[in-house]
């Protein structure tokens, strides 16, 4: 089906220059059409009702518009996305963000394995927690610099073969006394940021990462940053900056580069 | 000997709750390989679609299971729908079904769902079972002759009870062990893929919605369905390749590769258990049963022995847990599952999802009320059951389990501070 052919009266039009979609029964392809046609036709709000597994949502979508999603959007949602800003009210699947290069998507839930995968740019606000592998080989370059906030936890191997960005984790709703559960975090790390608050023994870190104090430099990164998740989820950042930061870097820029040959 | 011969209904006192005018009526048609004078020794299904003998089949496929852990019975509807949401996980070449609570009048008996790739194997697996068991029912799986699938065997299934004579002192768990191993293996074309009281496995090679269209399975019930869309990249599929594997009535659906597949096999085979279905997922049902039946373990055991914790973490337990999983891996190191894989395991009154340690493979957990559910993706459960008290993402490793009886979820390995997102 070509986005020609696709007539736009799947939802009540709301304002000049927004849209409701209802993607139920849709497929991944048909939604995404008619996103690209949204998009084409110049609206700037698009809202997306009952999605339920559908991929790639927003895909090589290169406009700053705004995409609110209800329900559960599928696999790599945001995927190379190039602008919009997504606001998933509920959870994110597996691959949320995946290598996409400038926006903004925020999860009022929690998101999935990979979350962020190889991004380059652009922001990710989670509210909750993210599953494994979240960052894995996040990277950067000049301007472009990706960042991964997460108000809960992660599970193992949390930026993995990081080469860029930042990741803050939060740990809120850590008990007193509990820590985080994440193993192997920043296992090939080489490059970028983690900051960390909340406990983490260190058996959980990978071989690769060390851990830092932070400095004047990092508290300014993380003020801002900890400022816009706050303000997507309504918290008050003076008490998510409280408490002890670590910050675990790279030891290394190449960690294997002598594994398979030498000199 | 022809098919009307055995068949003796037409399934319909099976199928509880469906008007009468929506019941299927006259005779069920005689299905493919019977048609042709397609005979012993000439091309089977299996020849065709593994002409290299492969030792495994690699998938990375779709599953999805529920449950009501009250015992109440369900049709299959919402499972349907659920494991079709997720289609493009699989490519058609598999799907399948396991269905708890499925024959209640017969609950007694063990069920045998049998697949005959050609008219001898039917034969001499009627004889078989003729000498060994008492049969009180035996009849033609009905199915929806005007979905299409491809190669469809011939399809029968039996109520069987073994003959005191034959059982010989044994229990009758293992006799019949023995029994479907000997017909997997020693007559060509006939597979046992359901052996199970009061429990069922439906399966073919075709997308999950289509082969439970093609076995009706929105007319029957069951209080735990589990589904399987399968996506084999290493053979193409065939109908006994497809999940779930059964024996007894454990069940497995399973997404992913078990690499260690060569070990577990010749390990499973100093048992008695005889890996004839070609794909790797089978090692994990009578790994299950040999653990848990044979030698008593409980599941929280027997998953350490699947996904065994790592070296590095035992010797950081107590001393006396160390004692116990460094017992359960010196023991039982060649079961232990290696490569990526998200299980699901079910027997009577239990179900339990799992991944590999370092969970290579999606799963999502989720409950409501009494409603237990697993699956590869959270849309699929939402789609079936959009609120849910609690949706989570368990730790690689760490099993998730539902019992029956309101014990629901036992071992819940959640992340530390996961909130409960609804």
């Known amino acids: 089906m070509t986005a020609e052919r696709i007539p736009m009266e799947s939802g009540p039009v709301t304002a000049m220059d927004s ?207 900890v400022g816009e998740f706050a303000r997507h989820f309504s918290y008050e950042a003076e008490g998510l900056l409280q408490g002890k930061f670590i910050k675990l870097v790279p030891l290394y820029l190449r960690p294997y580069g002598r594994l398979y040959a030498s000199g | 000997m022809t098919i009307g011969e055995i068949r003796k209904g037409n399934g319909d006192h099976l199928l509880r709750g469906v008007p009468e005018g929506l019941r299927p009526s006259g005779r069920i048609r005689p299905l493919s390989p019977f048609q042709g004078e397609r005979g012993r020794g000439e091309r089977s299904i299996e020849a065709l679609n593994n002409p290299y003998n492969d030792d495994k089949v690699i998938s990375a496929c779709s599953l999805f299971g529920m449950m009501d852990v009250s015992g109440k019975v369900f049709s299959g509807k919402e499972i349907i729908r659920a494991i079709a949401n997720m289609h493009v996980r699989s490519n058609g070449l598999g799907g399948g079904f396991a269905v708890y609570g499925l024959y209640p009048r017969y609950a007694d008996y063990y069920a045998f769902h049998l697949m005959y790739m050609n008219k001898q194997a039917r034969a001499e697996t009627e004889d078989l079972l003729r000498e060994n068991f008492h049969q009180v029912l035996a009849e033609e799986i009905p199915v929806n002759p005007c979905i299409a699938v491809s190669n469809a065997p011939g399809l029968f299934r039996y109520f069987l009870e073994p003959e005191p004579a034959s059982l010989n002192g044994r229990p009758a768990d293992d006799f019949v062990i023995e029994k479907v191993m000997q017909i997997n293996t020693c007559i060509e074309g006939a597979f046992v893929f359901s052996s199970g009281k009061n429990m069922g496995v439906f399966k073919g090679a075709a997308y999950p919605e289509d082969i439970a269209s093609y076995f009706r399975l929105e007319e029957y019930e069951g209080y735990l369905w589990t589904a399987h869309g399968r996506f084999p990249t290493n053979t193409p599929g065939w109908w006994g390749g497809a999940h779930p594997f059964n024996i007894l009535d454990w069940t497995v659906v399973h997404n992913g590769e078990i690499s260690s597949y060569g070990i577990n096999r010749r390990y499973l085979e100093m048992f008695g258990y005889a890996c004839a279905l070609q794909t790797d997922t089978e090692v994990i049902a009578y790994a299950m049963d040999l653990l848990m039946r044979r030698h008593k373990l409980p599941m929280e055991a027997a998953v350490s022995v699947l996904a065994p914790a790592f070296w590095e973490e035992i010797e950081r337990m107590p001393a006396a847990k160390q004692e116990l999983h460094r017992a359960l891996r010196t023991v039982y190191g060649s079961l232990l599952l290696n490569g990526p894989f998200t299980v699901i395991i079910a027997r009577q009154g239990e179900m339990m999802g799992l991944t590999d340690r370092i969970r290579l493979r999606p799963l999502t957990a989720a409950t409501r009320g009494d409603m237990f559910f697993l699956s590869s993706e959270e849309s699929a459960i939402r789609l079936v059951c959009p609120e849910l008290d609690r949706a989570w993402i368990p730790m690689g490793g760490e099993p998730v389990i539902a019992r029956l009886g309101g014990t629901k979820v036992v071992a819940e390995g959640a992340v530390a501070a996961g909130r409960a997102a609804c």
């Open chain 1, 19 to 225: 849209i409701q979609i209802d993607a139920a029964g849709l497929t991944t392809q048909q939604l995404n059409d008619l996103l690209r046609r949204a998009v084409a036709d110049g609206l700037k709000k698009i809202e997306l009702r009952n999605v339920c597994g559908q991929r790639y949502i927003g895909t090589d979508l290169d406009q700053p518009v705004e995409i609110d999603i209800y329900g559960t959007p599928g696999n790599d949602l945001g995927s190379f996305m190039d602008g919009p800003r997504i606001r998933v009210h509920g959870n994110a699947q597996d691959g949320c963000g995946n290598t996409m290069n400038q926006g903004e998507i925020v999860v009022y839930g929690h998101a999935g394995d990979i979350t962020g995968l190889s991004a380059r740019g652009g922001n990710i606000f989670v509210r909750d927690y993210v599953g494994y592998r979240a960052a894995i080989h996040m990277k950067e370059y000049q301007e472009q610099k990706p960042a991964l906030v997460i108000g809960g936890t992660a599970q193992d191997f949390l930026g993995e073969y990081m080469a860029g960005g930042t990741v803050i984790v939060l740990g809120m709703e850590l008990k007193p006394g509990e820590k985080h559960r994440a193993r192997f975090i920043g296992t090939g790390m080489h490059g970028g940021a983690i900051y960390l608050r909340g406990e983490v023994e260190k058996y959980q870190l990978g071989k690769e990462v060390g851990v830092k104090e932070l400095d004047d430099n990092d508290r300014a990164a993380l003020g801002s940053l």
